[in-house]
């Protein structure tokens, strides 16, 4: 449940925007700070940048407003980041809606990378990711590297020079930001869905979201590349029951879709088909479906 108001602050008008940017923030100054000034100092294009704040009192809410240049959202609370999505989304005034995390850095050229995949593309209905690069790479899609574990020991200067060293190839199963859709595309399929309040397991519910809207082309795009601290909210938010959450809501787990339908991490071939679900994988789907009964929370109060 929502349990507070949501204002918003729109304060700029470019046409000249490629992307809107939307970045939750929950009280991490020094991470915005540093993806901000990365996404100003290291971007091929002029973007949107919209920030949702919530609680904001490490100085993030004063700090914003001395910001012309940046659109906010804010909340006294913090509302997770299904909620702060849709908010700081219903702000941009591209065609293009760019999720990324606070605790993300972006290398040079990062969004040209994007622009040309889309360009390529020619159409909306497409779902693209920038390559993380990781102190520990939390799975087969991040380059692990090791440039700092948060901002006071962030070697900057050596990323810059060797960010385009690490081979990888374009990915399937675009998944996790920073990722984009078409604006048309966001608003069809509703954003990000608020059941998943605070946010665990929203990201593969808005993959099946937009699957079942027909989207085939998920991709993670190797030359965009981006920095990432390693989920420095997440260690401090309660969690949802996404994992429980996502099988009763979609009848499968979210490893049988993101592994078997998505193929997250295998290099790119295209578009993707649906598969056929072998007889296992379906007994598994039933027999999930089963056990997250007892693990809702409307469930365990009986």
């Given at each position: 449940?929502?349990?507070t108001a949501i204002e918003s ?8 925007d490629?992307?809107?940017?939307l ?15 990365s996404?100003?100092?290291n971007?091929?294009f ?12 490490d100085g993030?809410l004063?700090w914003?407003k001395?910001q ?7 909340s ?7 909620y702060?999505?849709?908010a700081s989304s219903q702000l941009?005034h591209?065609?293009?809606i760019?999720?990324?995390n ?10 040209l990378?994007l622009?040309e ?7 909306p209905?497409?779902?693209l990711s920038a390559?993380a690069?990781e ?15 948060d901002v006071?020991?962030?070697d900057?200067?050596r990323?810059l020079a060797?960010?385009?060293q690490?081979e990888k190839a374009?990915?399937?199963?675009a ?9 048309k ?6 954003g990000?869905?608020?059941e998943?309040?605070p946010?665990m397991?929203?990201d593969?519910d808005?993959s ?8 085939r082309?998920?991709?993670?795009v ?6 990432h601290?390693?989920?420095v909210?997440?260690?401090?938010v309660k ?8 099988i009763?809501?979609?009848?499968i787990?979210?490893g ?5 339908v ?5 290099d ?10 072998s007889?296992?994988?379906r007994?598994?789907?039933v027999?999930?479906?089963v056990?997250?009964?007892f ?5 365990k109060?009986?």
């Amino acid at each position: 449940m929502l349990n507070t108001a949501i204002e918003s602050q729109k304060r700029t008008s470019n046409d000249d925007d490629k992307f809107s940017i939307l970045i939750p923030s929950w009280n991490n100054l020094n991470y915005l700070k540093l993806c901000i000034e990365s996404i100003r100092k290291n971007s091929f294009f002029k973007h949107q940048i919209i920030v949702h704040i919530n609680c904001g009192d490490d100085g993030t809410l004063e700090w914003i407003k001395e910001q012309s240049s940046i659109d906010y959202t804010y909340s006294s609370e913090n509302v997770g980041v299904c909620y702060a999505l849709n908010a700081s989304s219903q702000l941009a005034h591209t065609d293009y809606i760019l999720f990324i995390n606070d605790d993300m850095y972006v290398c040079p050229e990062w969004d040209l990378a994007l622009w040309e995949e889309i360009v390529q593309i020619g159409h909306p209905l497409f779902f693209l990711s920038a390559t993380a690069i990781e102190p520990k790479a939390s799975s087969i899609c991040s380059i692990e590297k090791n440039y700092g574990t948060d901002v006071s020991n962030f070697d900057e200067n050596r990323l810059l020079a060797e960010f385009t060293q690490f081979e990888k190839a374009d990915w399937n199963g675009a998944t996790w930001p920073p990722n984009i859709v078409h604006k048309k595309l966001w608003n069809l399929v509703g954003g990000y869905s608020i059941e998943f309040s605070p946010g665990m397991y929203s990201d593969p519910d808005f993959s099946m979201k937009l699957w079942l809207a027909g989207v085939r082309l998920f991709k993670g795009v190797s030359r965009s590349r981006v920095y990432h601290f390693g989920s420095v909210s997440v260690k401090r938010v309660k969690k949802n029951a996404g994992y429980y959450q996502f099988i009763s809501k979609w009848g499968i787990t979210s490893g049988t879709f993101t592994n078997a339908v998505l193929k997250r991490g295998r290099d790119f071939k295209g578009l993707l088909a649906a598969p056929r679900m072998s007889w296992a994988l379906r007994t598994k789907g039933v027999y999930k479906q089963v056990v997250s009964l007892f693990n809702r929370p409307d469930f365990k109060q009986f």
